[in-house]
């Protein structure tokens, strides 16, 4: 089944013009000159022509310091237009993106600047305070991104190409900057486009190597999916790091190749800010992580549906229907009232917080990837969501679960196709352990597959758990059921002892507004310990809850770190 629905995904594709990645950015550029491109929220606007201007400074930096195609160029900052050109301008030149998450501490930026061997690294101001460019002793030059300065130089010519960059780019363009002036890098499918470092959630960091292709089969399955449902020149919101393959292609690069206008969230993305930015930007098509959704949901939904009056009208068949539709439209409008649908991918969604989207008629879908994907593997419209899953393969991709009866039976989920990335750098062996000789490249996820080629992710292979009895315990299950109980802000499942045991974050702020105490806040955890084993088998049944005073450390896509608390 899982082939057949690779030959006509693939035979779709094949039919179409297939431009370049780069060549899609030009076009892109050309076609829309004069509209809004990139807006820095509450901030500057950038039309596409000051993005080509901007990209062209940019590569007359490069070319009169001796950068060179193939060069690594580093960049770390929070979302911003300045970091989405820096990003442009370093992929149009020819040279290689290590775009580097600005959560990650100094010393993990200078490691990853180093093992990367880049030349240049442009910085955001929440990052150029912390670095040491001792630490970095191969690097060339830091740019300094709110506006392109040098904050270190090591070359005559770097000092030379910053300190007359108007100069230079007046005697390239005496008269004026035009359209016609642009002639991009012409790039080659397997030609190594971008080294992206994993965030992940063990604690080591790999660079993932993801060629133009991967990028451009990314790109071009959003425009065929998703540009027939949105306006030209319609706003987006970046709220995911761009440094992160999921933010970077359906928030960034997907928008910049329809033409449309993004706004960057510029600053710590907290709920209210990504509320109050919703209603401001009224995107057309909202790319959110589970943790996102579920306080929005929780927070500003749940209080005022969770009534008697409207729980009596839900179950009246006569009503119910209206009722649904008017609380859909109220959602909607929490999600800024303008949306074609909600994407939510980078780790499994709520199944009450699912379960009652869909129950209003809300257009939710969840899709499925990775960083070694760049990051697309599935998704499906909403129309043909299946609840529960993670989508269907996307064009291109074949999908695969390594189990004797995959519809049933658990296994490893494996992929091959355009999408999938070149191998780690410098890293032959975890390449190998990846990358099998057919060309599927191994998730480490588990799921299943049912015959429409739906999947269904049941957790992580490296969480998984050995019951007393040798039954496999997938703690991501637990967990989503523990997370929608009283007083449950964030919750994981680890083994103590061949014991299972959950370390539960509360809801500090609805308790404190209740009046609770933290010895009946452990009295509710132990109430929702016993309701919770109920509702599973006695093989992993709960033995305690432990309270966790402080947020659980999060890698930027929001899903916890678990080795730090196994």
């Known amino acids: 089944m899982e082939v057949l629905i690779f030959a006509q995904s693939f035979l779709n594709c094949a039919m179409e013009e297939q431009l370049s990645f780069n060549q899609r950015i030009q076009k892109s550029i050309i076609d829309n000159w004069n509209f809004d491109a990139l807006t820095d929220y509450k901030g500057a606007t950038l039309q596409y022509n000051d993005v080509a201007r901007k990209i062209e400074k940019v590569h007359i930096i490069f070319k009169s310091s001796g950068i060179e195609q193939g060069d690594k160029i580093a960049i770390c900052g929070r979302n911003s237009a300045h970091w989405a050109v820096a990003f442009l301008a370093t992929l149009t030149y020819g040279?290689?993106?290590?775009?580097?998450?600005?959560?990650?501490?100094?010393?993990?930026?200078?490691?990853?600047?180093?093992?990367?061997?880049?030349?240049?690294?442009?910085?955001?101001?929440?990052?150029?305070?912390?670095?040491?460019?001792?630490?970095?002793?191969?690097?060339?030059?830091?740019?300094?991104?709110?506006?392109?300065?040098?904050?270190?130089?090591?070359?005559?010519?770097?000092?030379?190409?910053?300190?007359?960059?108007?100069?230079?780019?007046?005697?390239?363009?005496?008269?004026?900057?035009?359209?016609?002036?642009?002639?991009?890098?012409?790039?080659?499918?397997?030609?190594?486009?971008?080294?992206?470092?994993?965030?992940?959630?063990?604690?080591?960091?790999?660079?993932?190597?993801?060629?133009?292709?991967?990028?451009?089969?990314?790109?071009?399955?959003?425009?065929?999916?998703?540009?027939?449902?949105?306006?030209?020149?319609?706003?987006?919101?970046?709220?995911?790091?761009?440094a992160h393959t999921y933010g970077m292609a359906v928030e960034f690069l997907f928008p910049i190749a329809y033409g449309s206008h993004i706004f960057f969230l510029n600053r710590l993305p907290s709920p209210a800010i990504i509320a109050q930015a919703l209603q401001d930007v009224k995107p057309a098509v909202v790319v959110a992580v589970p943790l996102?959704?579920?306080?929005?949901?929780?927070?500003?939904?749940?209080?005022?549906?969770?009534?008697?009056?409207?729980?009596?009208?839900?179950?009246?068949?006569?009503?119910?229907?209206?009722?649904?539709?008017?609380?859909?439209?109220?959602?909607?409008?929490?999600?800024?009232?303008?949306?074609?649908?909600?994407?939510?991918?980078?780790?499994?969604?709520?199944?009450?917080?699912?379960?009652?989207?869909?129950?209003?008629?809300?257009?939710?879908?969840?899709?499925?990837?990775?960083?070694?994907?760049?990051?697309?593997?599935?998704?499906?419209?909403?129309?043909?969501?299946?609840?529960?899953?993670?989508?269907?393969?996307?064009?291109?991709?074949?999908?695969?679960?390594?189990?004797?009866?995959?519809?049933?039976?658990?296994?490893?989920?494996i992929t091959r196709g355009k999408n999938v990335m070149l191998g780690y750098y410098k890293n032959e062996e975890a390449t190998q352990l990846a990358l099998d000789e057919d060309g599927w490249y191994h998730t480490g996820d588990t799921g299943t597959m049912d015959y429409q080629g739906n999947i269904f992710i049941r957790g992580r292979i490296k969480n998984m758990l050995l019951g007393a009895n040798g039954q496999n315990i997938y703690p991501e299950e637990i967990e989503d059921k523990l997370s929608s109980m009283a007083m449950v802000s964030e919750c994981i499942v680890v083994q103590r002892e061949q014991k299972l045991v959950a370390l539960v974050y509360p809801d500090y702020e609805e308790a404190r507004n209740m009046g609770f105490t933290n010895e009946e806040l452990q009295d509710i955890m132990e109430q929702n310990r016993n309701q919770l084993n109920t509702q599973l088998p006695a093989y992993c049944k709960i033995t305690a809850i432990n309270i966790h005073e402080e947020e659980f450390a999060k890698t930027p896509k929001k899903s916890i770190k678990r080795y730090l608390y196994q």
Do not use: W
């Open 95 to 242: 040279a290689v993106a290590v775009p580097i998450l600005n959560e990650f501490n100094a010393d993990q930026i200078h490691n990853i600047v180093n093992h990367s061997g880049a030349k240049l690294l442009f910085t955001g101001d929440y990052v150029a305070k912390d670095i040491n460019a001792d630490n970095m002793p191969e690097l060339e030059g830091i740019i300094y991104l709110p506006d392109f300065s040098l904050t270190l130089s090591r070359t005559e010519k770097l000092t030379f190409a910053r300190e007359h960059l108007n100069e230079l780019f007046g005697h390239k363009y005496p008269k004026y900057f035009r359209k016609e002036h642009i002639a991009y890098h012409i790039d080659e499918p397997e030609e190594l486009a971008i080294i992206n470092y994993t965030s992940g959630t063990t604690g080591f960091s790999k660079g993932v190597m993801i060629p133009y292709r991967a990028l451009q089969g990314n790109v071009e399955f959003c425009l065929r999916r998703l540009s027939n449902h949105m306006p030209q020149h319609c706003n987006m919101l970046s709220m995911l790091p761009m």
């Open 292 to 413: 996102i959704v579920e306080k929005i949901i929780r927070k500003r939904v749940f209080p005022k549906v969770q009534n008697n009056l409207l729980k009596l009208l839900l179950n009246m068949p006569m009503v119910s229907k209206k009722v649904k539709h008017q609380i859909c439209v109220m959602v909607l409008q929490a999600f800024g009232g303008n949306m074609y649908e909600l994407i939510v991918g980078g780790a499994p969604l709520n199944q009450e917080v699912e379960q009652f989207l869909i129950g209003i008629g809300f257009p939710l879908t969840v899709g499925y990837g990775t960083t070694e994907c760049a990051p697309l593997i599935a998704y499906s419209d909403y129309h043909e969501f299946a609840p529960g899953s993670c989508g269907q393969p996307v064009d291109n991709m074949e999908v695969k679960i390594a189990s004797a009866d995959p519809a049933i039976i658990p296994g490893e989920i």
